[in-house]
């Protein structure tokens, strides 16, 4: 019984292990030395064990290819990457250009910048054609630099194993390639419209230079002449003052125009001083007309009449006779209250008179023209009203001189310009041929006497 019962474990066991080993592995781990290639088969001592098989001798060398595929790769996109930097920062560098440029615009001249190197995007020259031949040898150098590129790495080697053993190639990466395309559009787009800027602003900078030389020349044409036109009337006055305007014949285009207007006006006195021998009647030395008023105020002597003060289109007749050809000063006051008026002839009163547009305000804002009467507001003249002979010193006030200021004016001993209208030579301007010359008035009369 004993000897079944040994028998029995032993077939049982010898069993158990026979199954184990058909069924089970054993691995054995070695250890790999520093730097030695994994898969590498080495010995329990670390010494590589060498093998014969074709298979492991094809995937090692597969593995080292593939690593140094990988470390190319790694260097020629890191290569790329330094290119898309430079030309992001060559792009920055035009927009910098181009916003600093429309600053420049609206600040108007603006300092000179740093220039950078040659065939750079630095800050443009400030000459508009020089910025030009600048930015097209940029755009040129930049489409270089690109094709180089692309014909240096449009290829680089593949992973993949042909089947005899040799390393294919494959294209550039669409993503990459499809990048730089449109970071070198977009750059070509800004400097083709930097471009189109430039050459409208020099054409712009051309229009403007050369109508700033019409100006600059009719400016000095109206100089000359200016110059000429005083060169002939001898107009070298020694003040503004002693000059005299001269109107020779009877006509409807000669006249003389104070550039200054009338205030509006409750009196007023006007003096001049009138040289003339015309016949019949001297004309119209002055007239003032307002809109809807051509007769204002006007002093004329019309034919064979005597000598009128018109207000308003009112008519008064005053005792005054100046048509022997000698200087004669003459001097005519008004006032609204009851129309009153004065009439004085050298110095002396020769006549006075009453309800002359009495309560009437003298309107502002018209016309006074010398030598002329006025039909409308400074115009439509009749020649044979005009004034034919030599005027000076017309001046006039707001209110009514009293006797012993027109003595003093009329006998040299004052002089009183008028507080409206004083007689300077920028206040007189002459048309049609009448003439402005020196004069003083008092030396002159003298020596007429």
Known sequence: ????????????????????????????CNAIPPGAEPGCDYGP???????????????????????????????????????IKELNSKLARCETVTEETSQGKSRGQGTRRKEYGKNTMGDLPRDPSESIDQLGKTMQTLKGRL??????????????????????????????RELLRQRLGALETRLLRKVAELEEEKSRLYNETAAHRQRTESALNSLLERIIELEKSNNAFKSPEDFKVSLPLRTNYLYGRIKKSLPEMYAFTVCMWLKSSASPGIGTPFSYGVPGQANEIVLIEWGNNPIELLVNDKVAQLPLS???????????TWTTRDGFWEAYQDGERQGTGDNLAPWHPIKPGGAIILGQEQDIVGGRFDATQAFVGEL????????????????GLANCSAYMPGNVVPWIDANVEVFGGATKAALEICEDRAFDS
Request: charged share 20%; aromatic share 4%.
């Open 392 to 407: 000076s010193q017309f001046n006039m006030w707001d209110r009514v001189l009293r006797p012993v200021d027109i003595m």
């Open 45 to 83: 001592t670390g010494n590589r064990v060498q093998s014969s098989s074709p298979v492991e001798d094809e995937l090692r060398n597969t593995i080292i290819h593939l690593r140094e595929t990988i470390l190319q790769q790694k260097e020629t996109i890191v290569s790329q990457q330094g290119t």
């Open 1 to 28: 019984m004993f000897t079944l019962v040994v028998g029995l474990l032993y077939l049982v066991s010898g069993r158990t292990v026979q199954s184990q080993d058909a069924t089970g592995s054993r691995f054995v």
């Open 322 to 332: 100046v048509s022997d050809g000698r200087w004669h000063h003459i001097c005519i």
């Open 147 to 176: 094709e180089n590129l692309e014909q240096q790495s449009v290829r680089l080697p593949n992973t993949n194993m042909s089947a005899g053993g040799a390393s294919g190639l494959t294209p550039l990466p669409p993503e990459l």
